[in-house]
């Protein structure tokens, strides 16, 4: 855990690897939950037996789920104090570059790449997050995503 005292601290570790999360277990209820919650019901994520001869040979997560993880890794990474608000602010680029079979535990790594001053105290901030998968050389998802911190 990377514990970042003040806004202004944040301008030292631009360019700088700053954390790396904890690893979270995708198992079948989550990628179940996901779909429910998003719809998304293609068989490739919830159906096992057809998904057992499949292209991967078990289900999958959807991308949206990795990328929805974000949050989670984001929180288990950094401690920013100090801060009265935080918002997502959205994404410059998303790719999912590798799948995530189901019982996979993935982890992030978060670069800053940028602070911006922004109004009401606060600072805009974007990130490149790495996405990877326990065992494998390939990460699944790398994503540009910015966020807004006020304090």
């Known amino acids: 855990m990377r514990i970042v005292e003040t ?44 998904a057992s001869n499949g ?11 990795t ?4 949050p989670v890794f984001f929180a288990t990474a950094i401690e920013m104090r100090g801060v009265r608000m935080a918002v997502n602010y959205g994404l410059n ?18 670069t800053l790449k940028k602070v911006d001053d922004i109004a009401d105290d606060g600072v805009q901030m974007t990130w490149e ?3 990877e998968r326990k065992g494998s050389e390939r990460p699944v998802c790398i994503a540009e995503t910015i966020s807004r911190r006020y304090g």
């Open 7 to 50: 806004l202004e601290a944040l301008r030292e570790l631009v360019g700088t690897e700053v954390a790396v999360s904890d690893w979270v277990t995708v198992d079948q209820t989550r990628i179940d939950q996901f779909a429910q919650a998003t719809g998304d019901h293609q068989w490739i994520h919830v159906d096992r037996q057809r």
């Open 55 to 65: 292209p991967f040979g078990t289900t999958i997560a959807h991308g949206y789920l």
């Open 67 to 70: 990328l929805s993880l974000l």
């Open 93 to 110: 680029r998303v790719r999912f570059t590798a799948p995530v079979p189901v019982d996979s535990e993935l982890r992030a790594s978060f």
């Open 129 to 131: 997050a790495v996405i």
